[in-house]
């Protein structure tokens, strides 16, 4: 394997092999380019590479592969997420299968309070939530229920990300942990917003605090960068970054592409931009071993411009004397990080799915390019279904 990865690492350095001029320039082969490094495009690469021996290009504009799971050691030599925290956490029995061919696991639980007044209070909200907010003692599943059925304000039909929360916990609930959050997150407001945005943040009775209830939670033991590495340590594969698509397509003869990257830029912003939500990262590191109790703190209050803090050392286990957190301050400028969960985006996209389904020898995959609020491991399944695909296309543009 060190052998592949320093084969890998070789060919990422050496200099694009192909003429720089004219249109009669040769130009380089493979069977697929990939376009992103992140979870979708090195999956595929893998598979194609592995299980269908073909020769894939994989390319990146950024500086590294691993996409937005891509983790590193910071100038303190602590191991942070440049962009954000990425827990791992699925149901599904495949995406561990395939990803634990490349990882070994640390299991971590994934813990989140929210900053209050002077509180800190665990999100998802549960009984202890409720008890330490009011100074109650709510002591069963089922005085918590009739606590929240006495605050809940029911819908008729569940239609926002506001409607979620508040018949489920009523408005002042709302109010306290989800409207100044939600409203900093997107730059709407919960009653703008699908009712899958919120619902993502369940409502518990009982004490759980744990964030997610998957059965398979887990963070890569080396880390997320790590684990791209060894997908993409195959011999017929090529890696290189620094490299937009649009400055390879034509200097590249493939077969087929996998693009990961925005849907709406592939195709020129032909039917105009697709509303994408950014992040600024604003990282520090601290001269002492830990600055908050838990991995992430949520701030709800609308007067601070930041949506949560996360300290890494909780998320890797990493010990250090000193200890890196992040800031998440959201923005409409930037990089695309997130699709906007709402009708008006989804009918825009639409249309562009459209054109993408009639580009039969370009498969469109992952969060950017199929326009959902995905996790890794949805964006793995994804993956992995369209690679399944493939090889029932025919060979033209399918598998050779
Ligand atoms: P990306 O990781 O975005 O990869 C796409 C790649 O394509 C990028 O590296 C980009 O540079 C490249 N690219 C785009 N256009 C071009 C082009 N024209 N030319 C060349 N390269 C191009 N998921 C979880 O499961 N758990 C979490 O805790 C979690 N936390 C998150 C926190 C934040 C702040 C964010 C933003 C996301 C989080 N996610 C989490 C979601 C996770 O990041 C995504 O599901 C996953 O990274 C998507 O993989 P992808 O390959 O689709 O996209
Ligand atoms: N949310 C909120 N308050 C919180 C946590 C989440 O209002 O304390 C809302 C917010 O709209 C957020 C959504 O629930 O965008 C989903 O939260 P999640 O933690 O899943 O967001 P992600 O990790 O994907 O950024």
């Known amino acids: 394997l060190a052998a592949r990865l320093a084969a890998t690492r070789a060919a990422n350095d050496e200099a694009p092999s192909m003429p720089a001029v004219g249109g009669a320039a040769r130009r380089e082969r ?59 956490h699925t149901n599904s029995q495949r995406v561990v299968d395939y990803l634990s061919r490349f990882t070994e696991w640390r299991p971590y639980e994934h813990r989140v309070v929210a900053s209050v ?5 665990p999100i998802p909200i549960n009984r202890t939530t409720l008890n330490t907010l009011y100074g ?38 709302y109010e306290t942990f989800f409207r100044g959050y939600t409203r900093k997150q997107w730059g709407l407001d919960p009653s703008q917003l699908d009712p899958s945005v919120t619902a993502r943040v369940p409502t518990r009775t009982n004490t759980d605090d744990r964030y997610f209830l998957d059965r398979f939670q887990a963070m890569p033991a080396q880390g997320y960068t790590a684990l791209f590495e060894r997908m993409l340590a195959h011999p017929n594969i090529t890696v290189r970054t620094g490299m937009d698509y649009r400055a390879v397509r034509d200097r590249v003869e493939v077969r087929h592409t996998v693009f990961t990257g925005p849907v709406d830029e592939f195709f020129d912003h032909r039917f105009g931009r697709l509303p994408y939500r950014s992040l600024a990262f604003r990282h520090e590191t601290h001269e ?16 601070v411009p930041h949506t949560r803090i996360t300290e890494y050392k909780h998320l ?25 969960p709402r009708e008006e985006s989804r009918a825009l996209y ?39 695909r493939m090889g029932r296309r025919p060979a033209r543009s399918g598998i050779a």
Do not use: C
Request: hydrophobic share 45%; no cysteine; glycine share 8%.
């Open 30 to 88: 493979f069977d697929a380019l990939v376009v992103g490094a992140g979870f979708a495009g090195a999956v595929l690469a893998e598979r194609l590479a592995a299980e269908a021996g073909q020769r894939v290009l994989v390319i990146d504009r950024r500086d590294h592969v691993a996409g937005n799971a891509f983790d590193h050691h910071d100038a303190a030599g602590v191991l942070v997420h440049r962009y954000g925290p990425h827990i791992f």
């Open 117 to 121: 007044g002077a509180q800190l209070l």
């Open 136 to 173: 109650l003692d709510l002591a069963s599943d089922a005085e918590a229920e009739r606590f929240l059925a006495q605050r809940a304000e029911p819908v008729a039909e569940i239609r926002t990300a506001e409607d979620v929360v508040v018949s489920a916990v009523g408005r002042e609930l």
């Open 288 to 303: 002492r071993s830990q600055f908050q109790p838990v991995a992430v703190v949520n701030y709800p209050d609308g007067a």
């Open 316 to 340: 890797t286990g990493q010990r250090h004397p000193k200890t890196s957190i992040s800031y998440e301050i959201p923005s409409d400028e930037g990089e695309p990080y997130y699709p906007v």
């Open 350 to 388: 639409r249309r562009y799915e459209a054109l993408a389904n009639a580009t039969p020898d370009v498969s469109f995959v992952g969060r950017l390019a199929t326009y959902r609020y995905y996790n890794m491991d949805q964006v793995v399944a994804q993956a992995l279904t369209t690679f399944d």
